[in-house]
């Protein structure tokens, strides 16, 4: 989906911070629904950072409405960099998990192999 979005949108739109967190939060909820499915299988599951993904959350908000909340124009812009900082180190820790577990499970078979071979 975020490929979809990428592809249609102009590239004079990724000019506009704000159009970049919403690529970020498109792509934080493609992870979160990958981490949702990985943890169907796990017996011990892994889970996102919420306190992060809620920053996030409130700072996207803070963004779309900057109007509304009468910011100042640099805070209005830095709002959608923090929500895009947010997610993105989000993302990171969940697919850093996603590769701490597959080096776990590689190893124990590679020992488990290594096992069968000395004995």
């Known amino acids: 989906m975020l490929g979809l979005v990428v592809i249609y949108t102009r590239p004079s739109a990724f000019y506009s911070p704000i159009a970049v967190m919403i690529v970020a939060a498109?792509?934080?909820?493609?992870?979160?629904?990958?981490?949702?499915?990985?943890?169907?299988?796990q017996p011990k599951p892994l889970h996102a950072p919420l306190w992060l993904n809620l920053i996030g959350i409130v700072l996207a908000v803070l963004a779309l409405f900057s109007d509304v909340f009468h910011l100042r124009p640099r805070?209005?812009?830095?709002?959608?960099?923090?929500?895009?900082?947010?997610?993105?180190?989000?993302?990171?820790?969940v697919l850093d998990g996603f590769r701490k577990r597959r080096n776990q499970r590689t190893g124990n078979q590679q020992e488990d192999g290594a096992e069968k071979i000395s004995s």
Do not use: D
């Open 26 to 41: 498109i792509g934080l909820a493609a992870v979160l629904l990958q981490l949702r499915f990985y943890n169907r299988e």
């Open 75 to 93: 805070v209005a812009e830095m709002m959608p960099l923090g929500a895009i900082g947010a997610f993105s180190i989000s993302s990171a820790v």
